[in-house]
């Protein structure tokens, strides 16, 4: 392995990273950050959000329909998987859990494909794979 993909490999690590630390706090601006400015977000099961315009609004209503009561959020990642496809393009998988004051909130996977731009490695696609909720989650009605 090249030195170049290191870094590429490093910087896609940081993207995911600061997306999730970010949605943690509620730092809306900061996710849509980790998007290049015609990003995609796929919600399997829901709408697709494309451009920064557009997941502005979308993360805005996660926020304002999450279920009140709750104190805090953390997204725990795991088995961040990334495929260097070449000098202009990658994709990384994950699988991610997150932990409201109910403990185990919900769960998933991440699909990405990644590209170059604004001198960082950006999210051009995330896809969205929620795989259950835990009874009395914060973030599932039913």
Not at 5 to 10: C, D
Not at 81 to 90: H, K, M, P, R
């Amino acid at each position: 392995m090249d030195l170049w993909e290191l870094i590429v490999r490093e910087q896609i690590r940081d993207t995911v990273a600061r997306y999730n630390r970010a949605g943690d706090r509620g730092r809306f601006a900061e996710m849509v950050e980790c998007f290049t400015p015609d990003g995609v977000l796929v919600i399997h099961g829901e709408h697709e959000h494309r451009g920064r315009e557009a997941l502005r609004a979308f993360f805005s209503g996660v926020n304002a329909s999450a279920q009140p009561g709750f104190t805090h959020l953390r997204h725990c990642v795991t088995n961040l998987t990334i495929d260097v496809d070449g000098a202009d393009a990658a994709s990384a998988t994950a699988y991610f859990q997150v932990i409201t004051d109910i403990g185990l909130d919900h769960w998933g996977r991440y699909r990405d494909r990644l590209v170059p731009c604004e001198g960082r490695w950006l999210l051009a696609e995330r896809s969205v794979k929620t795989d259950g909720y835990t009874e009395g989650s914060f973030f599932h009605a039913g």
